[in-house]
Each structure stands twice: as structure tokens, then as C-alpha cells.
């Protein structure tokens, strides 16, 4: 089955302590990002990465670092989680850079307390 | 910059009607536009996906139309049912191969009543 997973699900944490969100897709997609959602922003792109080796900076990228070493995978890492990042992350995936037929993850709920 | 308005922002109809919701976008470059449906807990799942040069797409229940020159987009669901209780959201990617992500609009909550 085609799909994109994030974990985790849920994730409590405190400011400051460092953290990861995984996501991995199984269908070979060149093209990967992030995007954060948040009641009356709605989503906005925080990385994009186009293959392996490429990545780089979305609309809201402040506080957020990724790596794309692998072409399955596509980590979220959060040096130093402030509450402003408290929000509703999505990883997406698409077959190219065009994003024709994109699939998102099932989301992680971020809260920094 | 590219900006995505849905409308309306929350609609509540009788089960069996059929409904239009509205998406505009202010940059006519695209590349292409979808129909998201999100629901409470969980991902986006892709409804439809025109192309810039389509002017509709049909699955089902649902219709969407692109109007590019005007920046305008409709998602048309028949006879609804209480399972499309969901919220819709439009998405637009831009032209150019560029790799920016897609611009989303805040999406239409919808709800169905039995």
C-alpha cells in the first residue's frame, strides 16, 4: 500500500529538548516536504526537499532543520522546541517536483510546553 | 505572492443536497490545483487534481472545475451524504518548475446533517 508515515503521532515535550519527527514514504518519491498547520493559518511549507543530498527552506523554516539522506525518508528535527511550534505537522511526498498526485502523512501533534 | 481564499469558510446542509464550494486564487501561474478532504485526526487525502490546462476533473460524486484566467475553482458534491462531513481544502502548485510547495487555502469545515 502506497503511504507516507510520521512518527509519532502525539508528542508532549518541553522547551528546549531536542527532538525528531520521522517520515517515510515506500513509493519512491523524489519530492518530500513539511508543513505546519495551524488554526487560521492554515497549512504552510516548512521544507521541501527535491532527491537526495537537496533540501531547502519553505515559507516557515526559524526553528527547524531536516536531512534528506536517504530517498525514503525525510526527518523533521527541532533543535530546541519552543511553544510557538506547538502545531500540527504533515509530511507530504510527491512523485516530482510538479506535486501531480501528492500524498500526506496522517500528521504528528506537536505540543511545547 | 500567491494567495488562496476558500468560501465559504463553514456550510451545514440537509442530507441529499447538492453543493458548491468556492476556491479563488490571486496568481493565474499555476501548475496545477487540488481538492483535499481532511479529516478531524487525521492526513490530507487528494480528492482531484486539474492540471492548468484541464477546465474539469470528475470522480464519483465530486466535480471540480478550473477557471484559470479568472483564478477561480469549484468543488461540486452531489447528493450529499453524511460521510463527506469533512473539511475541504483547495491547493494550489506554481508554474515555472519551480519547487516552492503548494499554496493551500483554510479550507471549507462541511457538515452533513442526517
Known amino acids: 500500500e502506497a503511504q507516507v508515515t510520521q512518527n509519532p503521532r502525539y508528542l508532549i515535550t518541553v522547551t528546549g529538548k531536542k527532538l525528531t519527527v520521522t517520515c517515510s514514504q515506500n513509493?519512491?518519491?523524489?519530492?518530500m516536504s513539511w508543513y505546519r498547520q495551524d488554526p487560521g493559518l492554515g497549512l504552510r511549507q516548512i521544507y521541501y526537499s527535491m532527491n537526495v543530498e537537496v533540501t531547502d527552506k519553505g515559507d516557515v523554516p526559524e526553528g527547524y532543520k531536516v536531512s534528506r539522506k536517504e530517498k525514503r525518508n525525510f526527518p523533521l528535527i527541532l533543535e530546541s522546541p519552543s511553544p510557538n511550534q506547538t502545531s500540527l505537522y504533515f509530511c507530504?511526498?510527491?512523485?516530482?517536483?510538479?506535486?501531480?498526485?501528492?500524498?500526506f502523512g496522517p500528521g504528528t501533534r506537536l505540543t511545547v510546553t | 505572492k500567491q494567495e488562496v481564499t476558500q468560501i465559504p469558510a463553514a456550510l451545514s446542509v440537509p442530507e441529499g443536497e447538492n453543493l458548491v464550494l468556492n476556491c479563488s486564487f490571486t496568481d493565474s501561474a499555476i501548475y496545477n490545483l487540488q481538492w483535499f478532504r481532511q479529516d478531524p485526526g487525521k492526513g490530507l487525502t487528494s480528492l482531484l487534481l486539474i492540471q492548468s490546462s484541464q477546465r474539469e476533473q470528475t470522480s464519483g460524486r465530486l466535480n471540480a472545475s478550473l477557471d484559470k484566467s479568472s483564478g477561480r475553482s469549484t468543488l461540486y458534491i452531489a447528493a450529499s451524504q453524511p460521510g463527506d462531513s469533512a473539511t475541504y481544502l483547495c491547493a494550489v502548485a506554481p508554474r515555472g518548475g519551480g519547487a516552492d510547495g503548494l499554496t493551500f487555502g483554510k479550507g471549507t469545515h462541511l457538515i452533513i446533517q442526517p
Open positions: 513509493m519512491n518519491h523524489e519530492y
Open positions: 507530504a511526498s510527491s512523485l516530482d517536483v510538479r506535486q501531480t498526485g501528492q500524498y
